[in-house]
């Protein structure tokens, strides 16, 4: 059925998509996601999903779908680092503004 095609255009779109900043990773994890609800609620729920298409065409599905759900875990980690060390940076910035560096005296 085409819904396959669809699928499979927009998992090579994501994983082929180069990621060179944050606002880029977030929006490809948001695809990626929606994806991911696309081949694991909408496809299985079509009328002609076990009558149109092949076994093959269903196991590449799935397959397509837990490589997908593997790589937005990672994805999702790299966000997480990306926010905690923001995080930790915000935090020691505002510890130096409060106590201005102050020189050893030993």
Do not use: C
Not at 4 to 12: P, R
Not at 52 to 60: C, I, Y
């Amino acid at each position: 059925i085409r819904y396959y095609d669809v699928a499979n255009q927009v998992l090579d779109q994501f994983v082929n998509h180069p990621i060179a900043n944050r606002a880029e990773l977030e929006k490809a994890y948001l695809l990626g996601t929606r994806l991911v609800k696309f081949l694991s609620n909408v496809l299985p729920t079509h009328p002609d999903y076990m009558l149109g298409a092949t076994a093959l065409e269903r196991d590449q599905s799935h397959e397509q779908l837990l490589q997908l759900i593997q790589f937005l875990d990672q994805m999702a980690r790299i966000i997480d680092e990306q926010e905690h060390s923001a995080y930790i940076s915000r935090v020691l910035e505002q510890h130096q503004r409060k106590t201005p560096f102050q020189e050893s005296t030993w």
